[in-house]
């Protein structure tokens, strides 16, 4: 994916997180919960 060149993160990952906190009422600090439990370490402040 080219949309996401010099980015710190894949594309696949950064497309999960917009699809959950666009799909579903959470805060940046439930979806970066989200991403830890699946092995994604990434800050809330980042997102």
């Known amino acids: ?3 996401f060149k010099w980015r710190h ?3 696949d990952v950064i497309l999960w997180a917009v699809r ?4 579903y009422p959470i805060s940046y ?3 970066e919960e989200m ?3 699946r092995g994604i370490s990434v800050d ?3 997102i």
């Open 1 to 3: 994916m080219t949309d």
């Open 9 to 11: 993160f894949q594309g």
């Open 20 to 23: 959950w906190y666009c799909r």
């Open 29 to 31: 600090r439930d979806l």
């Open 35 to 37: 991403l830890a439990e």
């Open 44 to 46: 809330h402040t980042t």
